[in-house]
């Protein structure tokens, strides 16, 4: 951890005689002109270039004071202040006209939004960024209530970055299943039957935390991008059995009836869309070669989803459709009654 900008770099600070230097016949500028010339030449402020008459390729040109040259202070007091006045010319030595001192200054100056700046730089390795964040902020609570007023302390890089990737990714999640639930809403004719594809989901979501968990991976953009895919996966099987068993119901099989067919006729072509999947995400979860740990975090997230993801589809989903599927039926029954 360091701080970028050095507060008490050391500075020169040189005290301009104003009576003295109108009695030489030189002003402010003339004595501020001379001075940056002689250290840092001209060419920031107006540039000069010459031109090559032979192939035209303009050189710029910089003239000031060798830096050999300006060793000491006594150097730095011999310089010569020079000025042209109309028709008379005026020149002094720096040290007739201007005093020097040493002190300390800031010797970068940033800026946020016009307001200065101090950052304070920090790095970090074998850790995840969330768990540095949370002592960050610990530290920065701390010290909060000592800024003196208009002060404030912003955490921003990586932490920022992160913060903003993890809730875009969490409004596009709930964002998505909202669209998804009203989507099936309409092709199932129903409420109830997007409903029990829904309840399956947690499931998936156990098995990522739990794969995580046991591996020993944090929470990142690749993992969560793992996880709505596994997400997407486990939904998409789960719909397949429903949309069955809703079939079956339609032909006069009861809830029960028709939960177990579903999942007798379904149960190859989800546990093989899902192992196809964890079989493919296996060597990009082992996180061999180059660069290869910056995406395990998804294809783990990918395969501890669709392992708890395909059991729920196969044992919770129907469960859940016969169990709504028959208070469905009861409260018809008692409604018709009336």
Known sequence: VHLHQQIAAPELAIAIDRERALDLGLTLNDVARNVMVSLASSNTVTPNFWVDPATGIQYPLAVQTPQYRVNNLGDLRNTVIASALGSQHSSALLSNVATIKRGTAQNVISHSNIQPTLDVDASAEG?????????????????????????????????????????????????????????????????????????????????????????????????????????????????????????????????????????????????????????????????????????APLGRAVIGGLMMGTCATLFIVPWLYTRLRKRESRILEEYSHV
């Open 127 to 295: 850790r995840d960024l969330g768990s540095i964040a949370r002592d960050i902020d610990r530290v920065i609570a701390r010290h909060r209530g000592e800024l003196s007023p208009g002060n404030v302390i912003t955490v921003q890089g990586q932490i920022e970055s992160m913060h903003s990737a993890f809730t875009r990714l969490g409004i596009g999640l709930m964002v998505a299943a909202i669209a998804v639930y009203l989507l099936m809403v309409v092709n199932f004719q129903s409420f109830m039957d997007p409903f029990v594809v829904v309840l399956g989901l947690p499931g998936a979501m156990c098995g990522i935390v739990f794969m995580l968990f046991v591996t020993g991976t944090t929470f990142s953009v690749p993992s969560l991008m793992g996880a709505i895919m596994s997400v997407g996966v486990a939904s998409a099987n789960s719909i397949l059995l429903v949309t069955f068993a809703k079939e079956r119901r339609a032909e006069g099989l009861s809830a029960v009836e028709a939960a177990v067919a579903a999942g007798q006729a379904r149960l190859r072509p989800i546990l093989m869309t899902s192992l196809a999947m964890i079989i493919g995400m296996l060597p990009m979860s082992l996180g061999l070669g180059d660069g290869g740990e910056q995406n």
